[in-house]
Every structure is written in C-alpha cells, then in structure tokens.
C-alpha cells in the first residue's frame, strides 16, 4: 500500500498538535514544511506519523508530535538563533528548529549516521544545519555559546558542560524523566543562575543511553 505521506503530515498536525493547544504557527509551519519520512529508518517509515513513541534499532526514542511540538513551542526559537540539537531522530529535530532558527549545529556521535543525516540536509536543501561528530554529554563547545539547546530525546539528568554551552538568556529544552514521570521542562540561564520550568506532562518513556540518572547505593 502506498502511504500518501503529505496528507499523513497534515492529519498529524490537525490530530496530534493544534488539538493539544500548540497554537505557534511556526512550529505547525516547520511539522508541514518538513518530510519526517524522509529521516526515518526504512523499517519505521510506515509508522511515521503514528500517534506513540518509537524506538529505532539504536534504542534512540522517537517522540510523538504532541510532545516534540509542545518542547519546539516551549523553547521559542527565534530568527536569530545558534541552536545546539542532539542529531534526534536520523536530523528531524534539527532540520525542524532549522527551518525557525538561523542555525543548527547537530551532534551524531555515529559517523556513518552522521553522514547520512548532512546527506539528507543537502537532499531537502536545508543549508543552515550541520551535522558533527562527538559526544553527545560533551555537546559542543567550539560552535558555541548558543542561544538554545534542544534535546528531544528523554533524559533524567542533564550535564552541567551543556548549561555551561548557553548564552546568557539561553534555553535549554527537554523532555526530562523524574520518578518515571516524563515533563517538558525548559531551563533559562541567568548569569551563573540556571532556573527551571515545567512546561507540560509527556508521554515518552525510553531514556537517552548516557543521560541516567546515577543509582543511588544504600546500605
């Protein structure tokens, strides 16, 4: 069967976002523009625009629209901004915030991935993303400081070297799991300062390998 992809992203849109009060029009505007298809893993590609968590061969979680457009509208990219996005979902992610931000600087510690993903840029004639090599708790100071840091993958706890990365005023958004409870929290630096808001309730539940929380000993 043949899966009519464009009016699959429209019917995620109506169904999975405006319904879910994400009224920021550049946010529906880049889940239009930008082919989710065209960034998934073959095996996933029937499954695109389904409304649940994937998971890819990686064990790297693929989030529903509702949450990943409630973080894109949570963390208000602007025109302006350096991005810093953490190579989810095969480039999606990136190439999303690329499409409302003036950069994007992705990470992908896999370098065949990573060359897939800058391939897939240059296919959909995304010029304003890249992607580089490196580890992803490490982030990417060189290319820094940023305006934003988007990681649209769950974790539980997130490593002070990426609020280091931020720009006074930056935002750092995720999809954060606490007593297995998934949030949308967007953290603001201020100064030395780095507060923290919880922006809405998620469904996600597979953790980013690297970003547990440590197991706490008792005796």
Do not use: W
Not at 157 to 171: N, V
């Amino acid at each position: 069967m043949t899966i009519d992809f464009e009016a699959a992203r429209q019917h995620m849109v109506d169904s999975q976002v405006r319904c879910n009060a994400v009224t920021d029009l550049s946010v529906q505007r880049a889940l239009l523009t930008v082919p989710k298809e065209a960034f998934l893993p073959s095996a996933l590609k029937d499954q695109t625009y389904v409304e649940r968590e994937l998971i890819d061969e990686r064990g790297r979680s693929i989030v529903t629209a509702r949450d990943l457009s409630k973080l894109l509208a949570a963390i208000e990219l602007k025109p302006t901004d350096l991005v810093l996005e953490f190579g989810s979902i095969q480039g999606y992610v990136a190439a999303l915030a690329a499409q409302m931000a003036d950069m994007v600087v992705a990470i992908e510690p896999d370098e065949t991935r990573s060359e897939q993903i800058q391939t897939i840029f240059d296919q959909q004639g995304i010029d304003n993303a890249v992607v580089i090599g490196g580890a992803l708790r490490e982030g990417s100071a060189k290319q820094g400081p940023y305006d934003a840091i988007l990681l649209a993958e769950p974790v539980e706890q997130i490593p002070d070297t990426l609020f280091a990365q931020l720009k006074d005023g930056g935002r750092l958004a995720t999809l954060q799991i606490k007593d297995g409870v998934p949030r949308g929290v967007i953290y603001v630096r201020a100064g030395e300062t780095i507060t923290a808001r919880v922006d809405f309730d998620g469904s996600c539940r597979q953790i980013l390998d690297g970003f547990e929380k440590p197991k706490e000993f008792s005796f």
